[in-house]
């Protein structure tokens, strides 16, 4: 997930709750996802999961597909 802490947005992995904080924009941490290997799913419910290049295994994955 993309947080927002105060100030700052914080990304977060959905699975091992690894994290990269301090993005002063939510475009900020998009941007660092995409380009250092983190994984977004939008469950068949609509909710967004990220998850950190160590936990963008399908298996990890999948199992939050249906949540």
Known sequence: MIER???HHDLICDHCEDS???FEEFEEAVKYKKTHGWKSLR???GTWFEFCPDCSKPEIMN???RK
């Open 43 to 45: 469950s068949d419910s």
């Open 63 to 65: 199992e939050y597909r």
């Open 5 to 7: 802490n105060g100030w």
């Open 20 to 22: 990269v904080e301090g």
